[in-house]
């Protein structure tokens, strides 16, 4: 019976060191994940023009990068928790193997002890032949060789044991350089987020100092979206009023409807740089933003990407740039600030094709930015919650 609740001990530990270490594992991934941003966004702040001025572009991005070192930090930190519990844990059940290591050790020098007492008053031999008759001779025999196996069982049951604690030791040792590398991660992380607080309070101090400025260049650039947004209205509420759906459009927009959540982004790599709805400028306190779609920023160069498959319904021109209008049945995706495009009208695309590619502006720190909307119908949806996190 301890044998069975031991066995059963050592079951249970392992897994749940398992299950720490897998905890260790995620974490690990998600900062790995934390720092590819932190790469994508660095580039982009590469891209912007080579000087000092502070402009709102260069502000979002050190925005950006403070937030993700913040969360950064966090998983570190979450990660030395982690390694903490699992040190706790190894040195208990490190501490109970050695408990029962002991245990077995006594016990087996007891039965030494026992045997070499049995052996001076009589050999085995002695004992065999000594027996009164054929079935106690035998008995005798199966007794003897009882004794042996359990011997054997005691002897490789400490070894066992002594293999668990040397384990236990070298997960030890394993955690403590883990621990180690995450405590010097963590230090090098919050320097840099210091610096980067210093240098985005001086930005916004520099910005301020131009508000006048440049909450006039904000209110012109909202002027020409409120535009933008006023011609894709327009050309969306055509669409919508022309036809009902046939079959085959009715089981795209259901496909589209049952992938909210998943779809892919309309960048292949980036960060949501404005979000759907009313917001007040990141600078100015008095000025408010109303986005009808979100922003994702980029790099220079890269395409926007169909989120679904479905049919070019438009491409519509707003000035120097483009916007493509995908349907997807009674939904529709908007695809705007595009530069040079890769499809015409009545084409079909599938998901991840490329639209056309985005527009730099060299006006603002060259910065690469899709304006993305959905439609259902001609009512505007918040793309955020249709997208893969």
Same mark, same amino acid.
């Given at each position: 019976?301890?044998?069975?609740?031991?066995?059963?001990?050592?079951?249970?530990?392992?897994?749940?060191?398992?299950?720490?270490?897998?905890?260790?594992?995620?974490?690990?991934?998600?900062?790995?994940?934390?720092?590819?941003?932190?790469?994508?966004?660095?580039?982009?702040?590469?891209?912007?023009?080579?000087?000092?001025?502070?402009?709102?572009?260069?502000?979002?991005?050190?925005?950006?990068?403070?937030?993700?070192?913040?969360?950064?930090?966090?998983?570190?930190?979450?990660?030395?928790?982690?390694?903490?519990?699992?040190?706790?844990?190894?040195?208990?059940?490190?501490?109970?193997?050695?408990v029962e290591q002991n245990r077995l050790r006594e016990d087996?020098? %007891?039965?030494?002890?026992?045997?070499?007492?049995?052996?001076?008053?009589?050999?085995?031999?002695?004992?065999?032949?000594?027996?009164?008759?054929?079935?106690?001779?035998?008995?005798?025999?199966?007794?003897?060789? %009882?004794?042996?196996?359990?011997?054997?069982?005691?002897?490789?049951?400490?070894?066992?044991?002594?293999?668990?604690?040397?384990?236990?030791?070298?997960?030890?040792?394993?955690?403590?350089?883990?621990?180690?590398?995450?405590?010097?991660?963590?230090?090098?992380?919050?320097?840099?987020?210091?610096?980067?607080?210093?240098?985005?309070?001086?930005?916004?101090?520099?910005?301020?100092?131009?508000?006048?400025?440049?909450?006039?260049?904000?209110?012109?650039?909202?002027?020409?979206?409120?535009?933008?947004?006023?011609?894709?209205?327009?050309?969306?509420?055509?669409?919508?009023?022309?036809?009902?759906?046939?079959?085959?459009?009715?089981?795209?927009?259901?496909?589209?409807?049952?992938?909210?959540?998943?779809?892919?982004?309309?960048?292949?790599?980036?960060?949501?740089?404005?979000?759907?709805?009313?917001?007040?400028?990141?600078?100015?306190?008095?000025?408010?933003?109303?986005?009808?779609?979100?922003?994702?920023?980029?790099?220079?160069?890269?395409?926007?990407?169909?989120?679904?498959?479905?049919?070019?319904?438009?491409?519509?021109?707003?000035?120097?740039?483009?916007?493509?209008?995908?349907?997807?049945?009674?939904?529709?995706?908007?695809?705007?600030?595009?530069?040079?495009?890769?499809?015409?009208?009545?084409?079909?695309?599938?998901?991840?094709?490329?639209?056309?590619?985005?527009?730099?502006?060299?006006?603002?720190?060259?910065?690469?930015?899709?304006?993305?909307?959905?439609?259902?119908?001609?009512?505007?949806?918040?793309?955020?919650?249709?997208?893969?996190?």
């Amino acid at each position: 019976m301890k044998k069975l609740r031991f066995i059963l001990c050592l079951v249970c530990s392992l897994v749940v060191l398992r299950l720490a270490a897998d905890e260790v594992k995620d974490l690990q991934r998600e900062q790995e994940q934390i720092r590819r941003e932190l790469a994508e966004t660095e580039q982009l702040l590469k891209e912007t023009k080579k000087n000092e001025t502070a402009t709102t572009n260069k502000l979002t991005l050190l925005n950006k990068n403070i937030k993700d070192r913040k969360r950064l930090i966090n998983g570190i930190n979450r990660e030395i928790q982690a390694i903490d519990h699992d040190m706790l844990r190894l040195v208990a059940r490190r501490g109970e193997l050695q408990v029962e290591q002991n245990r077995l050790r006594e016990d087996y020098a %007891q039965l030494i002890r026992k045997t070499h007492y049995q052996q001076r008053m009589q050999s085995p031999l002695l004992f065999i032949l000594s027996a009164k008759n054929f079935q106690q001779l035998m008995r005798r025999m199966r007794y003897l060789r %009882q004794f042996a196996r359990y011997r054997q069982r005691q002897v490789a049951a400490i070894e066992a044991t002594q293999a668990d604690i040397d384990a236990q030791n070298q997960s030890l040792a394993e955690r403590k350089t883990e621990r180690n590398a995450a405590l010097k991660s963590q230090q090098k992380e919050q320097e840099q987020l210091t610096r980067d607080q210093r240098k985005q309070q001086k930005m916004l101090n520099e910005l301020k100092k131009k508000e006048k400025n440049l909450a006039a260049k904000q209110k012109k650039q909202q002027k020409r979206i409120n535009e933008i947004n006023k011609k894709i209205e327009d050309v969306i509420r055509k669409q919508a009023t022309k036809t009902t759906l046939t079959k085959e459009q009715q089981l795209l927009a259901g496909g589209f409807e049952q992938n909210k959540g998943r779809l892919p982004w309309p960048v292949e790599k980036g960060f949501i740089s404005g979000t759907f709805g009313v917001h007040q400028h990141p600078v100015y306190e008095h000025v408010t933003v109303n986005n009808k779609g979100i922003y994702l920023q980029t790099t220079a160069g890269s395409t926007a990407r169909a989120v679904y498959e479905g049919e070019v319904s438009s491409c519509v021109v707003l000035g120097n740039t483009y916007a493509v209008i995908v349907q997807h049945g009674n939904y529709r995706t908007v695809y705007s600030n595009l530069s040079q495009l890769k499809v015409k009208q009545g084409d079909k695309v599938k998901a991840k094709q490329a639209l056309g590619i985005i527009y730099s502006d060299p006006d603002d720190d060259n910065k690469t930015e899709v304006y993305f909307q959905i439609y259902k119908d001609r009512q505007l949806l918040d793309p955020t919650p249709w997208l893969a996190r």
